[in-house]
């Protein structure tokens, strides 16, 4: 039997967490099977081309009915009166590490060069699904920003909430600045529903599923996640124990 790169790695990892349950609750522990995340990381990018590209798909290989992953509707006053006036007062904040702040709203999102593409979401809970996203790409967004050479992430904020506060997620700048991570305003050429995140959401095609945050609002360049939430750089990294580096 060939095993695959994700296979190969994911193994190791599999062999190390079996029966850890109950180890896994002391930190110690806890630092020491991070520290196997980061080696995950690392070996899966040695073995891999940075700019590697998530396969494409044709039109016709589009699922027919794209499944919501996570919330289908943040529910909360704030969200129901940007959706009641067709998102036209939302504005995604970038801020942080950044030169020039910006809070763009989807017509300035429609300005920057566009970048349509179908690919595979990829869900933790074992579905996928196959859509077509466009959006202008991250990169691009923070180019216009002007990210400051101390920012190392990319967090993001967003209209839902998980435990009384807004979910959060992030990426490294290598996966903000690849070129099939975009700010998805549009999925198969209609614009983003509710269920599956309007009225923005990012696509980051090269990890699973619930890295690609829905219901943006703003994403915040950072030096370090120490201090966001628990430190792991997302809500189920933080709750759930789920990796960081999602990657697929």
């Known amino acids: 039997m060939i095993l695959g790169r994700r296979g190969l790695i994911a193994g190791g ?4 967490l079996a029966g850890c349950d109950k180890v896994i609750e002391h930190p110690g522990a806890r630092r020491i099977l991070f520290m196997g995340e980061d080696m995950h990381r690392g070996l899966q990018r040695a073995l891999v081309n940075r700019n590697a ?12 009915f794209f499944r919501p992953n996570g919330t289908r509707d943040p529910g909360t006053a704030d969200y129901a009166a940007l959706r009641t006036g067709r998102f036209a ?3 995604l904040r970038i801020d942080g590490l950044v030169a020039r702040p910006l809070a763009l709203s989807l017509r300035d999102l429609g300005a920057f060069p566009q970048r349509a593409q179908i690919t595979r979401h990829d869900c933790v809970e074992g579905w996928s699904a196959i859509g077509k996203w466009q959006g202008p ?16 992430y990319i967090v993001f904020s967003c209209a839902d909430y998980y435990g009384g506060a807004p979910y959060y997620e992030s990426v490294d ?4 600045f690849h070129p099939q991570t975009i700010l998805a305003w549009a999925l198969n050429d209609r614009f983003l529903p509710v269920m599956n995140g309007a009225p923005c959401r990012l696509r980051v095609e090269r990890q699973l599923g619930y890295k690609h945050a829905k219901y943006l609002m703003r994403a915040t360049a950072v030096a370090s996640l120490a201090g966001i939430g628990n430190g792991r750089g997302g809500y189920w990294e933080d709750n759930v ?5 999602a990657g697929i």
Request: aromatic share 12%; hydrophobic share 45%; charged share 35%.
């Open 13 to 16: 990892a599999a062999t190390l």
């Open 53 to 64: 590209l998530a396969p494409e798909y044709a039109p016709e290989e589009r699922s027919p």
């Open 89 to 91: 007062d939302w504005r």
């Open 137 to 152: 790409k991250l990169g691009d967004v923070l180019k216009a920003a002007g990210v400051r050479e101390a920012a190392r």
């Open 173 to 176: 700048l290598v996966d903000a």
């Open 241 to 245: 124990d789920y990796d960081w580096y």
